[in-house]
Structures are given as structure tokens and as C-alpha cells.
């Protein structure tokens, strides 16, 4: 027989169960979001219990402290004998078996982190990402968990687990699927369909105006642009969770599921609806590249344990590549658009200092270090914005190399043929598929080290001109301060400031408060009149306040930096240059 590890998530008393399923209920307030857990082990081998509550979740990169959100922890004996819990660290912990082969684990969880993805309890749902509210036992992990939710009868019940005897009952083979698979239950509205044999369900809790045929639509259309790049799909049942409610932007990838969240008034524009196709396209991306092939270093997941690799880059800056690549070829977006979108993420590249500081290899590799801020605007490569340059140099590269017949597309799909779990995914793995890919002569180490073991430095106007497109400069720009500025009530907030920039060499560091230039105040109500004002070479007066005492700084403003504008086909290209841009759209 084999051993099962049982789950439960409680959080109402109306609740009864026969005696072998050992539950203990304990009244708990959806409304202060507490939520009871009880894990319940029998066939439990050696003569103490370890157990620790993971420290990160699949999809983000940064440690966690799950951890504190708990309360009230005991174990139990099968005969109902507490057993003394010991502490080995802020999120493990021991307790002797004392000759028992079966424990129960119990403690309280408050559920309320919504804007994190991880767990959140009210009266109208519960959502769980099981990473952020069931422990890792040691020994036990390998075997199959069954998760019973005790919720209101008219709650459903959706997650890419199987369904077990009952509607509020799971099934997860194993724990690294059950931390990869969160549960939403609660007042959806449920949209599905079916395709290439594959059942696609979107759940949506919370209120909004949005059209769900309409997104249940454009979601089909996602998923058939992605089976025509990867030719098959990893799973029978997908389902697409969203949260909208307010003020609210994000989502992460899992198994066979994705949660995205967006604020329920923002669906009804263009521009944030064309956003948001793009966060579900970016997760969906996932499915493939990061949960059917990933790093090395992630497989399997270890969540109570950071690990290192070079490749995040490719697992999320090819993954923002993509969905806009995806965006485009499911008719989401017409080639202008995506022209208009590609430019604004390549300039945005380009004015971030710490792109031309780290290389894109080792900002992957010290992910886990990254916490932002001026240090990380100069000084850090961002994987996702570094990695989707690197990616969109890649694609051209390999088409070129390919006579136009391969591109970012074609690597991704041999990625996922060739070095798909249980393997895990390394550098000389990589470099070999492009190695396959090419026909002509071509040195993939080099290319390698130009554009992923050394800062990324492309000459974005000449190499997009190979594809026939050249940059329209901004003729409204007069001049680079080298700081962002927040327009407040009462004073110009500064943000990050870009080394030797004319901010940075006249002292300005980010918290600082302009409330004067020359002599006028500035704020909110005239801040866009009064910047009409400055030009390239001018000299700028400013009284600001920094750590609460008045202080004058100058700043001698700059001529504006050559960015990448607006992005538009030449009026006259070559016809090698069509054949590529042709090649370069149908995402080969």
C-alpha cells in the first residue's frame, strides 16, 4: 500500500469526516484570512521528524519568509500525544517519533498575501500556492499527497491537480508537483475550451467589467500561435486563474496552471488589454520553456535551498521574447504594434547603466542578490530586460546562419524535443542546439561570449537595419537630466540616477526632493510646463531637500541620449533584408 500524505486546508467548523482521515478542524475568521493546516504522515521511517516550510516558490527568484505567517505548530502521534518541537533554523524543525510510525502536523497560517501569488483567505475565495502553506518533510516527499479543502458547497474548486472522490478534493503524485500546482476556490466566473486534445479552463475571481468571451477567445488563439511553435502540449488540462480586484499586476508560471492578477478596470483599453494578452502569453511561454525544460540547477526544485545558474536569462528574458513574438502571429497585435513595443523595450534597455555594467551570464547567476533600487539601475543586468535583448540578437543570428529557415522559435521547440525533464537544461546543451541549427559557418563560442559571458553591447540601429527596419530619433527630446523624476503635491521626487549622468555628477542620489529649479517651485501642477522650459547645455538651479535639510544643487543638462524611438520598415530595403524581416516575423 502505498504511503499517502494527507493535506488539509480548513477554515470553517461546518465540517464533518470519518475517523480513519484523522482531520482536526479548528474555528478559524476568513475574514482575518486564518487558515488551519494539518498534514497527516503514516509508514514513517527513523526515529525523528524533520519538516521545513520552503523559502522560495517556483517562478520568482528571491527568497521568501513563509514561515512567519505561521502559528500555533504542534505534531501528534497517531494516539494524539504531542510530541516536543525543536527549531533548527527560522523555518525548520524536529520532533522525536518516540517509537510512532505515523504524526500529524498542525499549525495556523494567515493567508493574506494576495499581491505575492502565494496564499490568500477571504470570505469570497481561498487561494493557495502550496509552496507558501504546506511543509517539506524529509522522506516523505516522493510519495503521492491527496488535498482535501474543507469550503462553502457553492465554492468551486479549479487547479491543474486531479480531481480526487469529491469536488473539494486534489491529488498530486508527489510534493514537487503539489508546490507547482495552486488551488483557486472560491466565486469564479469559468469560461473553457478544448484543443489538440486539451482542456483550457479561466477562472476569474473578483468583480470587473471584462469581457470573458472575448478573453476566452483571445486566450484560445494564444494557445494555438504556442502549439504551432512547440507541436504538442505537456499536459491534457490547463487552467488560466485571475485575480481582479485592484491596484493589483503580476503572475507566475506552474505546472499545468498559471495565477496572473490585474487590476478589473484595466481590461477594457487597448493598450492594457494588448498588456495583459501579453502577461498571459509570457506565462503560458512557461509551460514550456522553464516547467517542461529548465536549468540544471532547478531540477528538481529544492525550495528550501537557493540555487544557482547562467541560464535565467533564457528562461525569462526568451520567455518576454517570446510572448511578443506569440502576440504577433496569433493576430493579437498587427506588425506595427509589435515594432512599436519592441522599441520600447530596447530603449528602455538601453538607458539602463546596469546592462552595459554586468554581463548577461552573471546577472542570471546572482538573481538571488538583485534588490534593485540606484545600486541595481547602474550596476545590475536584468535578466528579463537584458535577456529579451539577448534573445532578440540571437533570433536575427541564427536566421542569418540558417538561410532564414532558423530562429529563436526553432532552438526553443529543439530545446524542449531534445533536453526536456527529467534532464536539466545547461550552457554547452544550449550552444549545441544552435550549433545544429546553423548551416553556415559560424562560431557559437563566440557568439556566446560577445553577447552572454560579457555585458550586452549591440548596435541596435545597424543590426535591426540587416532586417530592413531603421529608427525615427525623438525629435521632441531637448535634453538627458539622467534621473527619473516623480511629480509630487509639493516637490520633484528623484528616482534612480544613472552614473555620469548630469544628475549624478551634480550629487543628486535617489530620495531626493527638488522643490525648487531657479528660483520657481516645482510640483505636480506645473512640473510638464516648466520642463518645456530646459534645453541640452542649460544650467539648472535647484534648492531640494535631502534627509530633511535644504540644500542647492546645479545641474548642467545634457543633449538627449540616441535611443531607440520609434521603429518603422526603411523606404528602401534589400531584398535580403525582406527575406530576413519576412523569416524574423513568422517567428521560424
Not at 533554523?89 to 518516540?98: G, K, M, V
Not at 496572473?260 to 498588456?275: C, H, I, V
Not at 519592441?342 to 542570471?364: E, I, M, W, Y
Amino acid at each position: 500500500m502505498l504511503n499517502k500524505i494527507i493535506v488539509f486546508l480548513t477554515f470553517t467548523v461546518a465540517f464533518y469526516c470519518s475517523a480513519e482521515s484523522l482531520v482536526r478542524l479548528t474555528p478559524v475568521a476568513t475574514e482575518q484570512h486564518q487558515l488551519q493546516v494539518e498534514i497527516e504522515m503514516d509508514q514513517l521511517d527513523g526515529q525523528t521528524l524533520q519538516f521545513a516550510m520552503p523559502i522560495w516558490r517556483t517562478g520568482r527568484y528571491e527568497q521568501l519568509d513563509f514561515a512567519s505567517a505561521m502559528t500555533n505548530l504542534e505534531v501528534v502521534d497517531s494516539k494524539g500525544n504531542p510530541l516536543p518541537v525543536t527549531a533548527i533554523s527560522d523555518h525548520q524543525w524536529q520532533a522525536p517519533l518516540a517509537g510512532s510510525d505515523s504524526a500529524v502536523i498542525r499549525y495556523l497560517l494567515t493567508a493574506d498575501d494576495l499581491a505575492m501569488r502565494t496564499r490568500h483567505l477571504d470570505e469570497s475565495h481561498l487561494f493557495v500556492d502550496f509552496a507558501a502553506a504546506v511543509v517539506a518533510v524529509e522522506g516523505v516527499q516522493e510519495q503521492s499527497y491527496q488535498v482535501e479543502l474543507s469550503v462553502p458547497r457553492h465554492w468551486q474548486v479549479r487547479s491543474g491537480l486531479a480531481q480526487g472522490a469529491t469536488a473539494n478534493v486534489l491529488i498530486a503524485d508527489n510534493y514537487q508537483q503539489l508546490v507547482d500546482s495552486p488551488v483557486e476556490a472560491g466565486e469564479h466566473e469559468y469560461r473553457s475550451f478544448n484543443y489538440q486534445g486539451a482542456k483550457f479552463e479561466l477562472v476569474v475571481w473578483g468583480h470587473t467589467p471584462a469581457d470573458l468571451d472575448k478573453l476566452n477567445a483571445d486566450i484560445k488563439k494564444l494557445v494555438v500561435a504556442s502549439y504551432q511553435l512547440w507541436g504538442h502540449f505537456p499536459f491534457s488540462k490547463y487552467v488560466f486563474m485571475v485575480h481582479a480586484t485592484d491596484n493589483i499586476r503580476g503572475g507566475t508560471e506552474h505546472l499545468n496552471s498559471t495565477i496572473m492578477q490585474w487590476d478589473r478596470f484595466k481590461f477594457n483599453d487597448d493598450e492594457n488589454y494588448l498588456d495583459f494578452m501579453g502577461l498571459v502569453a509570457h506565462e503560458f511561454v512557461h509551460t514550456w520553456n522553464v516547467k517542461a525544460y529548465r536549468p540544471a540547477a532547478f531540477v528538481p526544485y529544492d525550495l528550501n535551498h537557493r540555487h544557482h545558474s547562467t541560464l535565467l536569462w533564457l528562461a525569462e528574458g526568451s520567455t518576454s521574447y517570446l510572448q511578443e513574438k506569440l502576440l504577433l502571429k496569433s493576430g493579437l497585435m498587427d506588425e506595427a504594434k509589435f515594432y512599436q513595443r519592441l522599441a520600447k523595450r530596447l530603449s528602455r534597455h538601453q538607458a539602463t547603466p546596469g546592462g552595459s555594467h554586468q554581463a548577461v551570464a552573471d546577472a542570471s547567476w546572482y538573481k538571488w542578490n538583485q534588490h534593485g533600487g540606484q545600486h541595481g539601475h547602474n550596476f545590475d543586468a536584468n535578466i528579463y530586460q537584458e535577456g529579451f535583448a539577448a534573445t532578440l540578437a540571437l533570433d536575427i543570428w541564427l536566421l542569418q546562419h540558417s538561410d532564414n529557415q532558423a530562429g529563436v522559435a526553432a532552438l526553443h521547440r529543439l530545446l524542449y524535443q531534445r533536453f526536456s525533464l527529467p534532464n536539466g537544461l545547461t550552457e554547452a546543451q544550449v550552444q549545441q542546439a544552435m550549433a545544429e541549427l546553423v548551416t553556415t559557418p559560424a562560431d557559437v563560442g563566440q557568439w556566446w561570449q560577445q553577447h552572454i559571458d560579457s555585458p550586452l553591447a549591440v548596435d541596435w540601429s545597424e543590426l535591426l537595419a540587416e532586417a530592413g527596419l531603421q529608427n525615427k530619433a525623438n525629435d521632441k527630446a531637448k535634453f538627458w537630466f539622467g534621473a527619473s523624476l516623480k511629480a509630487a503635491a509639493e516637490a520633484l521626487k528623484v528616482g534612480a540616477v544613472a552614473t555620469d549622468s548630469p544628475a549624478w555628477t551634480a550629487g543628486l542620489t535617489q530620495g531626493d526632493r527638488i522643490v525648487a529649479v531657479d528660483g520657481f517651485a516645482v510640483h505636480s501642477g506645473n512640473f510638464d510646463r516648466v520642463q518645456h522650459s530646459w534645453a541640452a547645455g542649460q544650467t539648472l538651479h535647484l534648492h531640494l531637500f535631502r534627509q530633511g535639510i535644504l540644500t542647492k544643487r546645479e545641474v548642467t543638462l545634457a543633449p538627449p541620449q540616441q535611443l531607440i524611438n520609434k521603429l518603422q520598415v526603411a523606404p528602401k530595403t534589400s531584398s535580403e533584408a525582406d527575406a530576413l524581416r519576412k523569416a524574423w516575423l513568422a517567428n521560424r
